[in-house]
């Protein structure tokens, strides 16, 4: 069972869109409907911000947005601002009862 | 409020053992499965297990698997995940995650997180 691709890093102005992607495999991101996403603070714990590839729990701001085509999973922030800066995880189910993560990936808000 | 409250921090050399316990409140202990996530400093997260708080049923990463033992007590309403034959590579936050009610294959609710040294 292999880490979910993501990229290291992404940057992007305020009020810019930013997406990053999740690659994994047809055991995985692309057999299951079973995507989230994690935001991570420095120092705190990550917060779910997506789960179920597209669906934002109660409180989570409408400028996140998550897709899936194929292997590849999205996470699009839309009108960046300073607050976004962290790190964002994705994880998949892959099956058996069992999940995996991605690297992660660091937003810089320049 | 619902939360998820973890021991502290602990250290210790190769070989040796730690137990790290995750204690539930603000809502029903064994209605939700509980997974443990851990992550060494800089890298990504990595998902180690789940434990179901209402059986005891577990279900560990196959790389992990002889190492790790998740136990639940519902009497205090805690979990526990013990890992065994600590290498340097074991140092990290590890943390507790509740599945989600709606969309149980997501965490919605996270412990502080416990650092686990393994230093000589």
């Known amino acids: 069972q292999s880490a979910l691709t993501q990229p290291a890093s992404v940057s992007g102005s305020p009020g810019q869109s930013i997406t990053i992607s999740c690659t994994g495999t047809s055991s995985d991101v692309g057999t299951y409907n079973l995507v989230s996403w994690y935001q991570q603070h420095p120092g705190k714990a990550p917060k779910v911000i997506i789960y179920?590839?597209?669906k934002r729990p109660s409180g989570v701001s409408n400028r996140f947005s998550g897709s899936k085509s194929g292997n590849t999973a999205s996470l699009t922030i839309s009108g960046l601002q300073a607050e976004d800066e962290a790190d964002y995880h994705c994880c998949s189910y892959a099956g058996r009862s069992t999940y995996v993560f991605g690297g992660g990936t660091k937003l810089t808000a320049l | 409020q619902v939360q998820l409250v973890q021991s502290g921090a602990e250290v210790k050399k190769p070989g040796a053992s730690v137990k790290v316990s995750c204690r539930a409140s603000?809502?029903?202990?064994?209605?939700?499965?509980i997974n443990w996530v851990r992550q060494a400093p800089g890298q990504g997260l990595e998902w180690m297990g789940w434990?179901?708080?209402?059986?005891?049923?577990?279900n560990y990463v196959q790389n992990l698997q002889g190492r790790v033992t998740m136990t639940t007590d519902t009497s205090t309403s805690t979990v526990h995940m013990e890992l065994r034959s600590l290498k340097s590579d074991d140092t990290a936050m590890y943390y507790c995650?509740?599945?989600?009610?709606?969309?149980?294959?997501?965490?919605?609710?996270w412990g502080q997180g416990t650092l686990v040294t393994v230093s000589s």
């Open positions: 179920e590839v597209t």
């Open positions: 603000g809502y029903n202990f064994t209605s939700i499965g």
């Open positions: 995650a509740r599945a989600m009610i709606v969309g149980a294959d997501a965490f919605d609710i």
């Open positions: 434990i179901s708080p209402y059986n005891g049923h577990t």
